[in-house]
Each structure stands twice: as structure tokens, then as C-alpha cells.
């Protein structure tokens, strides 16, 4: 079965600081995404990725950036953190023969 | 714009009954539809999915059924089960693998004992 890690399930984090948010994935999957889900809003995409180092915007990208250094890790950045960032992050990958989205545990970040 | 959408924020169904959930979409080019079912405080987790040259996919207890000239799908859970309490979404793409996923704002079923 495929395993999506993020680092951390639960973050409280204050106003301006700086919040990486990591993750793993362990099927060699070249497609992988970063979500947050508040409710009412369901899913919304901040920003994908579909090879290392390369990297797409998407519905939600502002005030965030995202690094992928291997193919495995995706990481995503709150440059300065906002009470309006709290929310649920999920992380999710896809293969390129592989349809669906298998996504992580979520990390329930809290900005103070 | 929201391209997918779930217009029922909740749904209570008794046990042993079925459950239906609706899924409506506004692009004619997905091609590709899935279910997520989602408890708290987890991610989400794959349950069914429907490719537009069907109209109907069974699980187990579990169908989806795709209606393309209305754009319209639904999820039916029968019968439905305690366990079966938790947030659905419907997720819609197109084009390859590597497109994005459109998600709905998700139902929050409830299946009472």
C-alpha cells in the first residue's frame, strides 16, 4: 500500500513565524499535491508538483511556496504565518499510470 | 468557480438504509470521478471511483452512478452501517494523470444506530 508521511499531525504555530510542512511518499510517485480543507470549503489546492524541482500553482497559492527537492519529499512553506493559514494540511501523490490521489494523515496547523 | 459541487452540507440516513449522496459538475471535460470518505482529524481515504465511458461502478456496498448529459453523479451506500459516519467528498479530473483534482465542499453523512 502506498504511504503518504506528513511530519507533524498537529502545529501551533504565532503570527510571522516561518512553518515548513513536510512530506514522503514512498511509491516513487512523480505527481504530488498539497491541500488545505477548512469547513464549508471542502479541498482546495495550493500547489502541485509533477517532476523534482518542478512545481505549479494552484487555486490557493498565496502566502505559501513549496520545495521539491527529490522525487520523494514535498514540502510546503509558510513564509509568514497568518491566523488565516490555521487549517487543516493534506498532503496527497499520484503516479502517472495511477488515477488516484492517496493522500496523508493531515496536519492541523493552528496560527496564533 | 466551484467546478464540482455538493449542495447537501449534511445527510442523516437510519441503519440499514441507504444512503444517497449527490455530486453535481459544471466542466464537460472530466473524465474521471471519485469518492473520499474522510473521518476527523485523518485524511482522506479512496472509496469508489467512475470513468465517463460508465455510468454505473459497484463495491461492495457501495455504487456510484454517473448521469453525463446532466453532470451529475451520486454515491449509494446500501445498507448503510454505523461506521459509514463521515465527511464524503466527490472529486472530479481531466486530461493525464498529473492534472488537478476538482474536490466538492463535501456531505457529512450520519448513519444512526
Known amino acids: 500500500d502506498v504511504k503518504v508521511t506528513q511530519s507533524s499531525r498537529y502545529l501551533v504555530k504565532r503570527t510571522g513565524e516561518k512553518v515548513f510542512l513536510e512530506c514522503v511518499q514512498d511509491m516513487d510517485h512523480e505527481n504530488m499535491f498539497w491541500y488545505r480543507q477548512d469547513p464549508g470549503l471542502g479541498l482546495r489546492l495550493i500547489y502541485f508538483?509533477?517532476?523534482?524541482?518542478?512545481?505549479e500553482k494552484g487555486d490557493i497559492p498565496e502566502g505559501y511556496s513549496v520545495s521539491r527537492e527529490k522525487k520523494e519529499r514535498f514540502s510546503l512553506i509558510l513564509e509568514s504565518a497568518s491566523t488565516n493559514q490555521t487549517s487543516m494540511y493534506l498532503c496527497a501523490s499520484r503516479g502517472v499510470l495511477n488515477e488516484k490521489l492517496f493522500f496523508g494523515s493531515g496536519t492541523q496547523l493552528s496560527v496564533l | 468557480d466551484q467546478q464540482v459541487k455538493q449542495n447537501s452540507p449534511s445527510l442523516s440516513v437510519q441503519e440499514g438504509r441507504i444512503s444517497i449522496l449527490n455530486c453535481d459538475y459544471t466542466n464537460s471535460m472530466f473524465d474521471y470521478f471519485l469518492w473520499y470518505k474522510k473521518y476527523p482529524a485523518e485524511g482522506p481515504t479512496f472509496l469508489i471511483s467512475i470513468s465517463s465511458i460508465k455510468d454505473k461502478n459497484e463495491d461492495g456496498r457501495f455504487t456510484v452512478f454517473l448521469n453525463k448529459s446532466a453532470k451529475h453523479l451520486s454515491l449509494h451506500i446500501v445498507p448503510s452501517q454505523p461506521g459509514d459516519s463521515a465527511v464524503y467528498f466527490c472529486?472530479?479530473?481531466?486530461?493525464?494523470?498529473?492534472?488537478?483534482?476538482?474536490f466538492g465542499t463535501g456531505t457529512s453523512l450520519t448513519v444512526i444506530p
Open positions: 472529486a472530479a479530473s481531466s486530461g493525464d494523470a498529473g492534472n488537478q483534482f476538482y
Open positions: 508538483s509533477y517532476d523534482v524541482k518542478m512545481k
